[in-house]
């Protein structure tokens, strides 16, 4: 798949995913391997994305399981389609079946709804699936526990059909936003990475791949702006994403450098919650901004030295 963790950091970009070496050596390894990754950090610095662009390279399916309070196995794993079971049952009794046969053929897997890991565990194709687990720190402890059985074996036992083993192993990918701790157990079972707010230089690479059109000077400004952002104490501090965002609304707008007008119209694209777009407000929005234009103009110093 990968010959090299040079090729994982050349094949990342060429999706327009700028992955450090820490991050390349951690994919490279987990299929080098077979193990799981487990990737934490603050919402929006990259995680789920990996999990995407793993897929665009293996041209193959991604199979996403958005964890939530109250996830249960059930909704993970299989359902059976229970209207089509009725159906079936009326059909042969209007077909005059005997009632001892009547519902025998209904829990096949002909009336089986296959969740998220089900679908990638019974995959079967020449490159595996890429199966992210999204968010994992939302769920339970009990759906935890019962992540830890299924990942340690990737078989699925269904009482009525029997027990499911991968053919062909999935690349899992899990995230968290650390809302909570997860067990160590789960964590032994992959390959740990915490991946942080990228660098200003990082985030200038990042904004050059992902809008290719946006000038330099405007970049720069917004890269600038946005590792400011991230040392103020928000109830949500922007991540990647929000950078793309903003960059992308401001070439849409035409704006080639930040003025106080732009700015405060557009920090709908930045922040997400009032109060923390009131802090920015009350601040005074070309005081920020020209303490990220001094901000800035120091991380440029220190990268040319």
């Avoid at 992955?19 to 603050?42: C, H, N, S, V």
């Avoid at 709804?113 to 939302?138: F, H, M, N």
């Avoid at 802090?279 to 929005?285: A, L, S, Y």
């Avoid at 005081?287 to 040319?304: H, P, S």
């Amino acid at each position: 798949m990968f010959k090299s963790i040079e090729d994982v950091e050349t094949q990342f970009a060429a999706q327009g995913y700028i992955a450090d070496r820490t991050l390349a050596t951690t994919i490279y390894l987990a299929i080098a391997l077979g193990k799981p990754i487990f990737l934490e950090g603050e919402p929006g610095v990259g995680k789920t994305e990996v999990a995407k662009v793993m897929a665009a390279i293996l041209g193959t399916e991604l199979i996403r399981l958005q964890c939530y309070e109250g996830l249960d196995a059930n909704t993970a794993l299989y359902e059976w389609n229970y209207p089509r079971q009725m159906l079936e049952l009326r059909l042969e009794e209007a077909r005059g079946e005997k009632k001892e046969d009547i519902g025998h053929n209904i829990f096949g897997p002909d009336f089986l709804l296959d969740r998220p890991l089900l679908k990638a565990i019974q995959y079967q194709g020449d490159s595996p699936r890429v199966l992210l687990i999204d968010e994992v720190d939302r769920s339970d402890e009990e759906f935890e526990a019962f992540l830890l059985e299924v990942l340690s074996d990737f078989q699925i036992t269904i009482p009525e059909i029997g027990t499911v083993k991968a053919q062909q192993v999935p690349f899992v990918v899990l995230t968290s936003n650390r809302t909570r701790e997860l067990h160590d157990a789960l964590k032994r079972r992959c390959l740990y990475l915490w991946i942080d707010y990228p660098t200003f230089e990082k985030e200038m690479d990042i904004v050059g791949s992902r809008v290719p059109d946006v000038q330099e000077e405007l970049s720069r400004q917004v890269c600038g702006f946005m590792q400011l952002m991230r040392t103020r104490d928000f109830y949500k501090k922007p991540g990647v994403a929000e950078t793309i965002d903003w960059a992308l609304a401001l070439m849409s707008m035409g704006s080639n450098e930040l003025d106080t007008n732009t700015v405060d119209a557009t920090l709908g694209c930045i922040l997400k919650y009032k109060e923390d777009i009131e802090k920015i407000q009350e601040d005074g929005v070309g005081q920020v901004i020209e303490k990220a234009r001094m901000l800035r103009e120091r991380m440029v110093r220190q990268a040319k030295a």
